[in-house]
């Protein structure tokens, strides 16, 4: 089968290869990939920023498709079932993480499409825990976007909770941040997002997607904006999606007192300057979030199910398995919301 293939650590180092489609045994599911998502992870394998744990590897870890097979030890799962799948493959199974099922923290846990063969390709393999079968309101274009908006549930619903009453800021206007807008705004709050100038059809979107205010940093006085809107108290939370440390210190004391920060985006440094007097002095809550855990997958899919998210407005770019490339050279362009891979 045809699959793109990390072939060893550096920058590129990438190729569609011909590899032997996998086998199940056990508890194992055989997928016919629809789609994959490109995720930013992937756009930092590729640059070789992000070291993977092994190589080669195929990529990719936001997908949906159809079973073909099953394992022996397969319970639920049926061929021909539309699912789309957790990131998970192995965990330890003894740790008081895994335990909890919040398999995203175990320190032995083994990823699809890091450690182990990802959807890049015709055919991927997962256990079948990780396995969710789709409703049928739920397209395959739009399943794809499941794993990013587990992350996005994890945040906001998990690490934090959301009412109706919240006013919440969200910085970055990318995937994620258009995503965790989505996930705040069907709670019933009020959210405004922030992102550049770059970023204006991005922020267009939101409007669309209903966001009630957008704000470019670069032409208005975010603080303002944001005193106008809370009664001159700041917001309840704050999701930072850009990874860019200038938001987060410009998110910080923008955040009413006793309220929570939740840091969603990854910055590219381990360490970086922040700004602790207004977490002290404002005795803020600031929460860090790691990708998502069984749970998060069953609101995600809730969600997407009552229609709540907007996937098909999200997906601005398709692309062959065959042109992955061009599908990468999209995304790094900056000019998409969201490109997928059909396979």
């Avoid at 920058?11 to 990939?33: A, C, F, R, W, Y």
């Avoid at 000019?335 to 891979?341: A, D, G, L, Y």
Wanted: charged share 25%; glycine share 8%; with cysteine.
């Amino acid at each position: 089968m045809k699959a793109v293939m990390k072939l060893q650590p550096g920058h590129d180092n990438m190729s569609l290869e011909n590899i032997p489609v996998p086998e199940v045994t056990g508890d194992l599911v055989k997928i016919k990939v629809a789609y994959t998502g490109i995720c930013g992870t992937d756009i930092h394998t590729f640059t070789g920023e992000y070291r993977n744990a092994k190589t080669p590897v195929v990529l990719g870890h936001e997908f949906s498709g159809v079973v073909v097979e099953v394992g022996s030890g397969v319970k639920k799962v049926k061929v021909g079932d539309r699912v789309t799948s957790e990131t998970t493959f192995t965990t330890c199974g003894e740790c008081e993480y895994c335990l909890e099922k919040d398999y995203n923290l175990c320190s032995n846990r083994k990823g699809i499409g890091t450690q182990v063969n990802g959807s890049m390709a015709e055919y991927v393999v997962s256990r079948e825990e990780s396995v969710h079968v789709l409703s049928d309101s739920i397209s395959l274009k739009a399943a794809a976007l499941t794993e990013p908006l587990a992350c996005c549930v994890h945040a906001a619903l998990e690490k934090t909770s959301i009412s109706k009453e919240d006013k919440v800021l969200i910085f970055g206007p990318g995937p994620i941040g258009l995503l965790q807008a989505q996930v705040v705004k069907a709670q019933g709050a009020f959210v405004i997002l922030a992102g550049i100038t770059k970023d204006k059809p991005r922020l267009e979107l939101a409007k669309s997607l209903g966001v009630d205010v957008i704000v470019d940093v670069l032409e208005e006085n975010l603080e303002e904006v944001v005193l106008k809107h809370t009664n001159g108290y700041g917001v309840d939370k704050v999701f930072e999606c850009s990874g860019a440390v200038p938001a987060l210190n410009q998110g910080l004391p923008l955040v009413k007192k006793k309220g929570t920060f939740v840091q969603v985006g990854i910055f590219a440094s381990k360490m970086n300057p922040l700004d602790q007097e207004s977490i002290v002095q404002r005795e803020l809550t600031y929460v860090g979030t790691r990708s998502q855990k069984p749970s998060s997958w069953h609101l995600a899919l809730k969600l997407l199910e009552d229609q709540k998210i907007d996937a098909d407005k999200m997906i601005t770019k398709i692309v062959p398995l065959d042109e992955w490339r061009r599908g990468f050279e999209a995304v790094m362009g900056g000019n998409e919301i969201k490109v997928i891979i059909e396979s």
